[in-house]
């Protein structure tokens, strides 16, 4: 299937997205883990992988130069295009599928949070943070523990059900990584149970 005929699974969600105080919170932790965690300066250039409707990459934005937001979805980009001059840093958006479409360049990080279950192979995306990412860059991937399938309520193009903390931070060191960890960011509380978010760091 080419990228044109891809299923926006997010068209009927992205004028609300930003409504649930829950995914706010979740948010908020995780940027906060990011910024307590990883070295970020004014002169740096990162990739939000899974960017939707930018809200992690507003919350890091004032600690950098640059944020290049990738997302597959058209509906969640336009909501982020719409914030673009409200930004402190500079933005450029990229709608493409990143496991089928490589970018040139290479960058200062990766941030990412609550996509990595909606890729098939997570170990060949994490090869492409490798190459994608300078010597000395980091990665800093946010997403759901390992769970029973009961966190998705609706189809969104789900691949997994959460990782195992052990086996995501093998992958990243199989990539290449160095330095990686798996902390505490969050825990998203649903009326069928709360849901632990962990932030995977490393570096190139």
Same mark, same amino acid.
């Given at each position: 299937?080419n990228?044109?005929?891809r299923?926006d699974? $997010?068209a009927?969600?992205?004028g609300n997205y930003e409504?649930?105080?829950n *995914?706010?919170?979740? /948010?908020?932790?995780i940027a906060?883990t990011?910024?307590?965690?990883?070295?970020?300066?004014r002169?740096?250039?990162?990739?939000d992988f899974g960017?939707?409707?930018g809200?992690?990459?507003? *919350? /890091?934005?004032?600690?950098v130069r640059?944020?290049?937001?990738?997302?597959?979805s058209? #509906?969640?980009?336009?909501?982020l #295009?719409?914030k673009?001059?409200?930004l402190p840093?500079?933005l450029?958006?990229l709608?493409?599928d990143?496991?089928k479409?490589d970018?040139p360049?290479?960058? @200062?990080g990766v /941030?990412s949070?609550?996509t990595?279950?909606?890729i *098939?192979?997570v170990?060949?995306?994490?090869r492409? $943070?490798?190459?994608?990412?300078?010597?000395?860059g980091? /990665?800093?991937? #946010?997403?759901? @523990?390992?769970e @029973?399938?009961? $966190?998705?309520?609706?189809?969104?193009?789900v691949?997994h059900?959460?990782?195992?903390?052990?086996?995501?931070?093998?992958?990243?060191?199989k990539?290449?990584?160095?330095?990686?960890?798996?902390?505490d960011a969050?825990?998203?509380?649903?009326?069928?149970?709360?849901f632990?978010? $962990?932030l995977?760091?490393?570096r190139r």
């Open positions: 299937m990228e044109a005929a299923k699974f $997010f009927h969600k992205a409504t649930r105080q *995914r706010i919170d979740n /948010i908020d932790s906060n990011i910024i307590a965690t990883v070295k970020l300066d002169g740096m250039h990162l990739i960017a939707g409707t809200l992690l990459l507003e *919350r /890091i934005a004032p600690q640059k944020i290049t937001a990738i997302d597959v058209p #509906s969640m980009a336009k909501q #295009s719409d673009k001059d409200r840093c500079e450029e958006q709608e493409l990143l496991e479409t970018v360049g290479s960058y @200062d /941030i949070s609550m990595l279950h909606h *098939r192979d170990e060949a995306l994490l492409k $943070f490798h190459r994608m990412v300078k010597p000395g980091f /990665i800093a991937l #946010s997403d759901l @523990d390992q @029973d399938g009961s $966190f998705h309520t609706e189809e969104t193009g691949q059900h959460g990782f195992e903390r052990r086996w995501i931070e093998e992958a990243a060191r990539a290449g990584f160095n330095d990686v960890t798996t902390h969050s825990v998203i509380n649903k009326p069928n149970g709360d632990p978010v $962990f995977l760091t490393a």
